[in-house]
């Protein structure tokens, strides 16, 4: 049975509506301006929550990382680091979009991809942590996360089934607030690379974490594929423009898309129902316009005994079902009756059993 988790006022489980987060990352391209239309439309869009990426650069990159050249048009700095602090925000700039958040009525978190981003993080009282595909193996930062006791939504990109059970391990022992993603850490990912049938496994082996799927494929489709396999949180990358400058801006999702996706994971919700076959309201006049009824095949005399040739099956239902026509061959007819008549059972004789009971 696959565990639940609360972000914010969401409840997020088997019985729930998808929890939507649209991944910002650094999309924002260094400007709070922009991190705040691309809240706007997230939430517009229907998005239960937004996210960014915090990076200590200079502790989290080797020096050599830091300072290799990275000229490429993609590039906000003349080095990898330089490229990495243009994109990076702080303190004031967190609060503030922090504070926008609370006004839209949206969830609001980051990805802590480093232990210092993670006490940042935490001094913020962010609803949530989220961790990246990358720190799957890394246990100190796990760890470290686990015990602020805030829910964990880690993707597992890249990674192998004894790394997701360590990860699981590691984290449920200090905090069961958890949610494992399969994820595929392609950018963008191949459809045939998605192995969305992980989901499935991940349930099963992984009981008491809600189950989801961050996607770094091209379109809306896949997500709803993953909700009907059990996914209860749904990642995407979100831009407000696929052409703008940046990485991650050609395979994530507009404001058009993001809000198609929402809709279509909020119908397929609804689609699902609650596993049991019922008759619904809206069905009866089209079953009985399209249904069969018994209809007598040519007039008969009263006193006949009906046989098989004397009845046909003919549209509209009302009538007596098809599925009762042995109840009524052998039977004998009450009256005269004309070709085309609604067969009733007032019409016929009582069942020879019957009879001989009375």
Do not use: W
């Not at 198609?260 to 119908?267: F, H, N, P, S, Y």
């Not at 008759?279 to 009824?293: D, N």
């Amino acid at each position: 049975m696959a565990g639940t988790l609360r972000i914010g006022t969401r409840e997020i489980g088997d019985d729930t509506p998808c929890y939507v987060i649209a991944e910002i990352g650094h999309n924002h391209q260094g400007s709070v301006e922009k991190a705040r239309e691309l809240f706007r439309e997230a939430k517009l869009a229907g998005a239960d929550a937004v996210k960014l990426q915090k990076r200590d650069n200079r502790g989290l990159y080797t020096r050599a990382a830091y300072d290799k050249p990275y000229d490429n048009e993609n590039s906000f700095g003349a080095t990898y680091g330089e490229h990495r602090e243009f994109l990076e925000f702080g303190l004031s700039q967190y609060r503030e979009l922090q504070a926008y958040a609370r006004e839209l009525g949206i969830d609001f978190f980051a990805t802590a991809f480093d232990i210092s981003s993670a006490d940042f993080i935490e001094s913020l009282e962010m609803p949530a942590f989220k961790i990246a595909s990358g720190d799957v193996k890394s246990t100190p930062l796990l760890e470290h996360v686990a015990r602020f006791g805030k829910p964990m939504i880690v993707s597992t990109g890249g990674a192998l089934i004894e790394d997701v059970q360590r990860a699981y391990d590691t984290i449920m022992a200090i905090n069961p607030q958890l949610s494992l993603l399969q994820c595929t850490a392609g950018y963008p990912a191949a459809f045939e690379e998605l192995d969305l049938r992980v989901i499935s496994e991940y349930r099963e082996r992984f009981p008491g974490a809600v189950i989801g799927f961050s996607g770094h494929d091209s379109g809306i489709a896949m997500p709803l594929a993953a909700y009907v396999l059990g996914a209860r949180i749904v990642e995407k990358h979100f831009t407000l423009n696929r052409a703008m400058k940046g990485t991650d801006h050609a395979f994530s999702l507009e404001p058009v898309g993001l809000r198609k996706m929402v809709r279509d994971l909020q119908r397929t919700h609804k689609a699902l129902g609650d596993g049991r076959k019922k008759v619904y309201e809206s069905e009866r006049a089209p079953i009985v316009k399209m249904g069969k009824s018994l209809v007598l095949a040519r007039d008969l005399p009263a006193g006949h005994t009906l046989t098989e040739s004397d009845i046909l099956m003919k549209s509209p239902g009302g009538g007596i079902a098809p599925y009762d026509l042995s109840k009524v061959l052998g039977r004998v007819t009450l009256k005269p009756l004309r070709a085309d008549d609604f067969l009733s059972f007032e019409m016929l004789s009582k069942p020879s059993a019957e009879l001989a009971r009375s």
